[in-house]
C-alpha cells in the first residue's frame, strides 16, 4: 500500500461542491510519472490551496472560489491511474495550458481540515508550501499515521 498528497485547486464558482470526482487525484500531462506507482487500496489526503489561477473561457475569466489552505479530505485510491483521452485543456489567464488527463478514482473516507502549518509540524518541514512538482508526492507509512491521527 502506497501514501499520498495530492494538491488540488479550489473549484470554479461555476462548478457545483458536490461532485463525484472532487476529491481524486489528478494528473496534468507531462507530471505522469509521478503517479505510476498509484494502485487501488492506497490512501490520499487531499490538500486544497489557497488560491489558483482563473480559468480563461472564451474572452471570460472564471474566478475560483476561496481555497481552504489545508488537508480538506483523506480518501482510499479505487482506480490505478487512468489516461483519458478527451480531456479538453484548461486554459489559465496567463495563457497556461493544462490538460488533467491522468486520474486514479479515489472513495472519500473523510472530509475535514489539518491547516498547513499543522502539516509542516507534522512532516518536521517548516518551509513546507504545498507547492508539489505536479501536485503529488509520497508520503511514508510514519508521515501518514501521523497526519491521520491529527485529522481524524
Not at 481555497?67 to 479538453?88: D, F, H, M, Q, S
Not at 472513495?107 to 502539516?119: A, C, N, P, W
Not at 517548516?126 to 510514519?142: D, N, Q
Request: proline letters at 5%.
Amino acid at each position: 500500500m502506497n501514501y499520498w498528497l495530492t494538491i488540488h485547486w479550489p473549484l470554479r464558482v461555476d462548478e457545483r461542491i458536490n461532485v463525484a470526482w472532487r476529491n481524486w487525484i489528478f494528473l496534468a500531462e507531462g507530471w505522469e510519472a509521478s503517479g505510476q506507482r498509484i494502485q487501488p487500496d492506497d490512501r490520499v489526503f487531499i490538500y486544497e490551496t489557497e488560491s489558483a489561477p482563473r480559468v480563461r473561457e472564451g474572452t471570460s475569466l472564471i474566478e475560483r472560489r476561496p481555497g481552504r489552505k489545508g488537508i480538506v479530505a483523506l480518501a482510499t485510491v479505487t482506480t490505478p491511474l487512468e489516461y483519458e483521452c478527451n480531456i479538453n485543456p484548461e486554459i489559465l489567464e496567463d495563457g497556461r495550458e493544462r490538460r488533467w488527463s491522468y486520474r486514479a478514482r479515489t472513495h472519500t473516507d473523510q472530509e475535514g481540515r489539518l491547516s498547513l502549518v499543522e502539516l509542516r509540524n507534522l512532516l518536521h518541514k517548516p518551509g513546507f508550501s504545498a507547492r508539489v512538482p505536479g501536485g503529488l508526492m509520497g508520503l511514508r507509512e510514519f508521515q501518514f499515521n501521523r497526519i491521520l491521527l491529527r485529522f481524524i
